[in-house]
């Protein structure tokens, strides 16, 4: 499960390595873990692309993706790729898939003696839909890092309120009525865990060479795209 950041630092590090890179830096056994946190991930959100768009034309959105992860992934080097690449890892995959489908249709096209029409997907709702399949998929992650942590840290209290607060939706008052911590109380330990979430989702999302300013927005639509609210206060 992804480590986060020490619960300690307010700030974020943004050039800091991402969980990713961590574990692409640690040879066979984290390239595996990156591998296996890759399609936990994206595996939906790609099969919802492929389905709203154009490429289900070429091959089945199931077979796609799954031999699209099984030839990229499969390569040492494939995920080393995005991280010089700068792209957010979304980015980067997608167009991975676009690419992968258009090499089985020539493929295709080859073995049947026909010719090859390129396709072009359509790039509109299927790519909210695509990013809103992602948002879901990241916060979830996330969220489950931050309450296993918490959890480990005998801060098991802390992962309750937030779970009250941030995904029930409860107010301090109806948290203080409900569990007996008094409503100061328990924002302070919700901001806490709250503030161990962010670092765990910033770590999720960042990529090499990204600004502040670029994680915050990416931040700000996945949050958006997942329906979550910010209790950054």
């Not at 600004?211 to 996945?222: A, K, Q, R, V």
């Amino acid at each position: 499960m992804i480590d986060p950041s020490s619960p300690q630092s307010d700030v974020f590090p943004v050039t800091a390595a991402t969980w990713l890179g961590d574990r692409l830096a640690c040879g066979d056994g984290g390239r595996d873990d990156a591998v296996i946190h890759v399609m936990r991930i994206y595996r939906e959100p790609l099969l919802i692309y492929a389905k709203g768009s154009s490429l289900r034309t070429i091959q089945d959105p199931e077979e796609l993706v799954h031999g699209f992860f099984a030839d990229r992934l499969s390569r040492v080097d494939y995920l080393d790729k995005w991280r010089r690449s700068g792209l957010p890892l979304r980015r980067w995959l997608i167009n991975g898939l676009i690419f992968f489908a258009r090499e089985q249709g020539r493929h295709a096209a080859r073995n049947s003696g026909g010719v090859n029409t390129p396709v072009e997907p359509n790039l509109d709702e299927t790519v909210g839909q695509y990013t809103r399949s992602i948002a879901r998929a990241v916060v979830a992650e996330a969220l489950t890092a931050t309450i296993e942590a918490l959890s480990s840290e005998g801060r098991g209290e802390h992962a309750r309120l937030f779970v009250l607060h941030y995904i029930r939706g409860m107010s301090y008052d109806q948290i203080s009525e409900s569990g007996g911590v008094e409503p100061r109380r328990a924002a302070v330990m919700v901001r806490t865990a709250t503030r161990r979430f962010r670092i765990t989702l910033r770590g999720l999302i960042a990529w090499p060479g990204a600004t502040d300013e670029d994680i915050e927005t990416e931040l700000s639509s996945l949050l958006n795209n997942c329906g979550a609210q910010r209790h950054d206060q």
